[in-house]
C-alpha cells in the first residue's frame, strides 16, 4: 500500500462534495457548512439539481469539474454511488469517503450487491476508500470534517495529539463531544463503517508516521477475516513509535451477538485479542472512562524507569485512597526513607506528616508544595509523584500548577494529579492540564491511568526500544 | 444512647460560636458568615475581645449569653477547650461541635491530655460532642454549617436526600463541592474527626429515623476498639429502611498504615470488614467514582425484582459497550423474544434492530423511543432498563425525558440513562436526572451502578423486608 494515498482523504489540496444540499437538516447541507467553515484547500460542490449552494457554485457532475479533487466526499443515495465512485476514478480522483448508508449493513441482497460493485471499482481503479455507511473522518489539522453533526449537537474538540479510529459511528461521535468538553485536543478521528478498503490495520500504519499523532486510540467490534492478526503484526511495530490504546467491545458472548447485529462483524474471542494486545504492547482500555484516562497520561507524561510512586497531598484522605489504589495496581509506594524524613522536617511544620503518602495537610500553601517537591522529585528511588492537591484550601493558589510542572520537567518523571470538586476545581484542572499535567477526579482513575503508563513504559524497555 | 440528644447538633434552635472573630481568613470569620447566611435560629457570638463582629452583638463568654444555646460551636485555641465546654455543660448546653484541631492527632502528651479532658467533661456531664479536630456538620435544612471553608473554595450542594459520614474532613469537603457541582442534593453531611464522643455507630442510627435522609454514605478508615462490631450490628437494622453505601480506605496492609498516619485508626483487616459489609446489606464503593454512582440510583430507583435488563439505544455500540458491561456485572441480557420482536417491527423502520440490545439508530426521534418504551416496560421478563440516548442525534429532544419518566413510573421499573457528550448532553442530563433518573457517562459505571440497586434489591427480599 502506497500511505501517501492516504494523504489525499486527511490533507488533500481540493475536495468534492458530492451530494450537496441547501436543504437544512440533510447530510449534505452539513457537510457544506463543515467545509466551508475551516477547510482551506478547495471545495467543490456537486449535485444535478443545483447551480448554487450558500453563494457558492454547483456543478452538476464530477465530470464538470475544472479539475479532479484529490478527494471526494460521497453522500447520495446508495444506488448510484458504484457509478459516481467510477467517474471519480476515471477523471483522477485519489481518494473517496462514501457517507452513504444502504449497502451491506442492511442485509440485503440490495445492499450487499451495491457493497460489491463499490469494491470492484476500488479493485479495478485503486482510488481509496473509507466506507461506506461511515461519519468519515474529521481532521483537525486540514479542516477535513465529514462528521455529518452539526456543531450544535457535537462540538469539535481542540488540536492536539490524539487520532482516534472507530468501528461505531455514534460513539466516534460521542467521543469527539466528550473530549471537546473535557478539552482534550484531537489530530484525526476516523469512522470507517463497512471497511470496503480502508481499515484499522491501513489506518494505524498511516498514523505510525503521522508527525501530529502522538496516541492511537481505537474502538474495535471485530475484524474480517485475517485482518485480526494483521492489526496484531502491524500494532507491534507502531508500538515502538507511540502508544495504542484499545477499546475492544464484544467482549462476552452475548456482547458478540450485539456486535454482529450492529456491525455484522465476529467479534472473536476476546480472551485471545486480549492476550494478542498485552503481549505487542497494546493497551487495553476495560471501560469507557479508560479510553481518555490514559490517552492524557500517555499523551503528557515521560515513561516510567521504575514502579516506586510517592504521594504528595494536602488531604489525609486522599492519601489514603491512593495508597489502596496504587497498591492495587501493583505500584511500590515506599515508605519514606529516614533521611528524607529529616530533609523533609526541616521545611514542614511539625504537624505534617512526612511518611509516604506526604500530608502537607489543610493549612499547606503552594510554598509547602514547592519545597516539598525540590526535595523528593530529583531522589533516584521516586519513579513517578502523584499529587493529591484539593483546592479547597485556602492556600493554594495557581501558582502551584507552575511549580509542579516546573519541578517535574526538570526532573523528568511523570505525575498525576487529583483534584476533585466543582468550578475552583475546575479552574485548578484546566490551569495544570494547560501546563501538561493529566488531572483525575478519583484515586482509583488516576492509579490506574498511571499503570498504562508504566506498563507502555516496561514494554519499550523490554524490547530495548528506549 | 438517646437519640433526640443528637437533634440538637443539627437541628438546635439555638447556636453560639465560640472563638467568633471579624478577622478575614479565620475560621471563626467564616462561622458567622455561615450562619448568618442560612441558619433561621438564633445565633450567638462568643469572644472575649469584640463587643460586636460583622454588626452582631459579641459576648466575653457563655455565663454572659441571655439564654443557654443548644448547640455551641467551639474554635478556638485546644488548651482553653475543655474549661469552656465544661462550662457550655454547666449552663445546660446540649451538644456541642468541637472544630478546633491539637489533640489526640498531634501524637503529642498535651494534645492526647486535652482530649482526655474533653472526655471526662463529655462523661461528667453527659453533653454530646463532634470532634474536635474536624469541620462539624453540614445541615442542609437547618442552616448548621460548621464546614469552615468558604463558599468561593467550597460550594454547597442543593438539598437532597443523601446524607454523608466521613472520617476524613479534606474529604468530605471535597464530595460536597463535587456534589454541588454534579447537583446531588445533600441532607446532611458530617465530619467527625477524633470522635470523642459521637462516631459513626451513633449516626448511622440517628440517620435510620431521620425522614430526609433517603441514602446514607460513609467514608470510614478504621472503628475504635469494639465499634466496628457495633457498626455491623446497628448497620444490620438500618438497612432495612434505608441503603448504606461505604468507602472503606485502608484497604491494603500499606493503605493501613497510611491510615495510621492520617487519623491514627486502626484500618483493621479489610477483608473483614469487606465480607460483614456484605453480610448485612452494606453497598461497598469501590471507587471514588461509585459513591456517587451509586448514590444517585438508590436514591431515585425503585428496587429491582429480577436480573433481566433490556438495554434501549440510538448508538449501536454504546449498546454493545452495555451488553459487556452487563453480563460482566452478572446480569442477564435476554434476546428479545419472538412475539416481542414482532411487536417492535410494527413500530419499528426496518433499519432499526429489534433485539436486546434494541437499536433505534441514529434517525431516532422521541416519538420511537416513546413507541418502543410503551411496548418494553411492561413486559414481564423485563426487570429494568438502561438507555443509551446518545444526544448528538437531530430527532432527540427534552420531550424525551417526560416519555421516559413517565413510562417508568407507570412501569415501577428502574431505569438508568447513558449519555455522552458536551453542552447539549449536560443539558439533557440535567432534564433527566430533574426528572429523577440517574445518568451516567460510562456504560460500566452505569452497569456497576444498576448492580448496586439490584443488590440492595435483592438484601431485602432475602430478609423478606419488602
Known sequence: MNLRELEALFNPSSVAIIGATPIEGKIGRVLVENFTRRYRGKTYLVNPKYSEILGLKCYRSVKELPEPPQLAVIAIPAPSVPQVLMECSEIGVKAAIIISGGFSETGTDEGIRLEREVREVVERYGIRVIGPNCLGIFDNYSGVDTFFLPEERMKRPPKGGISFISQSGAFASALLDYMAYNNLGIARAISYGNKVDIDDVDLIK????????????????????????????????????????????????????????????????????????????????????????????????????????????????????????????????????????????????????????????????????????????????????????????????????????????????????????????????????????????????????????YVYSMYLKKYEVV
Not at 510542572?405 to 476533585?420: F, G, H, L
Not at 475552583?424 to 477526579?441: Q, S, T
Open 206 to 453: 498511516f498514523l505510525k508516521d503521522d508527525p501530529v499523532t502522538k496516541v492511537i486510540v481505537l474502538y474495535i467490534e471485530g475484524f474480517k477475516e485475517s485482518r485480526g492478526r494483521a492489526f496484531i503484526e502491524v500494532a507491534r511495530e507502531v508500538i515502538k513509535k507511540k502508544p495504542i490504546i484499545v477499546y475492544k467491545a464484544g467482549k462476552t458472548p452475548r456482547g458478540g451477538r450485539a456486535v454482529i447485529s450492529h456491525t455484522a462483524a465476529l467479534a472473536g474471542d476476546y480472551n485471545i485479542y486480549s492476550a494478542a494486545f498485552r503481549q505487542v504492547g497494546i493497551i487495553e482500555a476495560e471501560t469507557f472512562d479508560e479510553i481518555t484516562d490514559f490517552a492524557k497520561i500517555l499523551l503528557t507524561q515521560p515513561l516510567m524507569k521504575g514502579n516506586r510512586v510517592f504521594i504528595v497531598t494536602d488531604a489525609g484522605g486522599i492519601g489514603v485512597m491512593l495508597t489502596d489504589a496504587l497498591v492495587k495496581e501493583g505500584f511500590e509506594v515506599p515508605l519514606t526513607p529516614e533521611d528524607l524524613k529529616g530533609e523533609l522536617r526541616k521545611v514542614l511544620p511539625r504537624h505534617c506528616i512526612p511518611d509516604n503518602p506526604i500530608d502537607l495537610t489543610g493549612d499547606a500553601d503552594d510554598e509547602r508544595y514547592r519545597e516539598v517537591l525540590e526535595i523528593i522529585a530529583f531522589k533516584p528511588y521516586v519513579d513517578a509523584l502523584v499529587i493529591g492537591a484539593l483546592p479547597h484550601i485556602p492556600g493554594m493558589t495557581m501558582k502551584l500548577a507552575d511549580y509542579i510542572s516546573s519541578v517535574m520537567e526538570r526532573a523528568q518523571k511523570p505525575v498525576a494529579i487529583i483534584n476533585i470538586g466543582s468550578e475552583v476545581a475546575l479552574k485548578f484542572k484546566a490551569e495544570f492540564e494547560r501546563k501538561g499535567m493529566p488531572v483525575y477526579e478519583s484515586p482509583e482513575r488516576a492509579a490506574r491511568a498511571l499503570r498504562a503508563l
